[in-house]
């Protein structure tokens, strides 16, 4: 191995002879895993030592400029549709490889990421976890990595959702005591889009992941459900028991992230999960979440998930009347943003709000996820947006899976 500094240097270094005869490229295998911080041995995230080549994708048929550049003149290695040459450099040995009838800059694994301020191209890493077999190193690597920077994810959003969440929803929507009135006199308008995908509630026991300040949970209690909600803010918590007790109705909170539920309450009996709106965006990898909805129900149990549909939280971006297609729908990248209960505060309470990491999934992403477990789909209903400007634009979808 050598270290960090001499490998990022050498890939600038060889980058720039890419750049200067107009070549696109996407660092694969090793160097992919490595510079978006994956290490094959059980290290931090940001491993100090790195691979000992550097290996990179290029067009198919641009392979001969490269060796040029690079002073080969043996022709390529081929094996099944692709080619590849190794060039010894600045004490490190660069792969080239060319996949035939490959089109690298339109590949919809190619994610780019910033080092040191430079912009780099890499095969993202949802495709390896996908690319081997298990039980394969990488696949475990790969794993590893995600749960690493999803406990991350979730001390940030942890933190940032206990700051001032209780003020939020009392600003929102008005002192427990209002709330549960609200509630208690149409509990049925408070399910709203959920209603026709609900079985019969009455005696049911449901379970609300990411429950926040648990308006729909707590209208399921008073038509007669079992209700727990999880989720890792007390300050919601706060909030949702007492506008329970205010609606005098027993709810069972958890407190916890709903990665880390205990095998005690994964035993198979619930027979309702259901989701909503705004939640999917904060797991780096699906596969788990997925795992865990099909721990929690029993034989026959549904899930509901409704959640903002990918042509506009991935695609679209609007403005009045105007819509633009200004975005990727199968970027796999992880974007910064202020934490969701932020608008409801007043500016001076928001100025220390933490910034949180999310990742916009497309439907087949989700749809796969869950499907993988051994759920059964029912049905996948994309839902449009209700102002007339944007009536044909989906502006949530809602997937509803058995076990």
């Known amino acids: 191995m050598v270290s960090a500094t001499v490998w990022w240097e050498t890939l600038f270094s060889v980058l720039a002879i890419l750049e200067n005869i107009d070549i696109n490229y996407t660092l694969v295998e090793s160097s992919a895993l490595f510079a978006q911080g994956v290490v094959l041995q059980e290290k931090p995230i940001h491993a100090q030592t790195a691979p000992n080549g550097l290996e990179l994708s290029i067009q198919w048929d641009l392979m001969q400029r490269v060796a040029e550049a690079f002073g080969v003149r043996e022709k390529p290695e081929r094996q ?45 890493l949802d495709y390896y976890l996908h690319a081997y077999p298990e039980d394969h190193p990488v696949t475990l690597a790969v794993q590893r990595y995600f749960q690493q920077l999803q406990q991350h994810n979730s001390a940030l959003n942890q933190s940032a959702w206990n700051q001032a969440a209780y003020d939020a929803w009392v600003q929102r929507h008005g002192p427990p005591q209002v709330q549960a009135a609200r509630i208690q006199k149409d509990p049925q308008t408070r399910l709203a889009s959920l209603n026709k995908y609900l079985p019969p509630i009455a005696g049911k026991k449901v379970i609300n992941l990411l429950g926040s300040h648990g308006t729909k949970a707590i209208a399921l209690a008073i038509l007669g459900a079992q209700v727990t909600i999880v989720d890792m803010s007390q300050e919601n918590a706060h909030y949702a028991r007492e506008v329970a007790a205010a609606a005098r109705v027993q709810l069972r909170y958890l407190v916890t992230d709903v990665l880390k539920l205990s095998p005690q309450e994964l035993d198979g009996s619930y027979d309702l999960v259901f989701m909503e709106l705004g939640i999917l965006h904060y797991f780096v990898d699906l596969a788990p979440l997925a795992r865990i909805v099909q721990q929690l129900l029993r034989s026959g149990g549904r899930l509901i998930l409704q959640d903002f549909h990918p042509v ?35 500016e001076k309470d928001a100025t220390d709000i933490q910034q949180v990491y999310q990742r916009y999934w497309n439907l087949g992403e989700i749809i796969t996820a869950f499907a993988a477990t051994g759920l059964v789909i029912q049905r996948l209903d994309e839902e449009p947006n209700s102002k007339i400007d944007d009536m044909g634009i989906p502006k949530t979808f809602t997937l509803v899976a058995e076990r």
Do not use: I
């Open 80 to 124: 099944a549709g692709c080619e590849s040459f190794h060039v010894p450099y600045q004490g490190l040995t660069v792969t080239f490889y060319s996949y035939l009838n490959t089109v690298v800059v339109t590949d919809p694994d190619r994610l780019q990421l910033q080092h040191m301020n430079r912009t780099v191209w890499v095969k993202a």
């Open 312 to 346: 506009s939280t991935k695609l679209l971006s609007s403005k009045g009347k105007k819509h633009k297609v200004s975005g990727n729908y199968f970027d796999k990248s992880l974007h910064a943003t202020d934490v969701a209960f932020s608008k409801h505060l007043t």
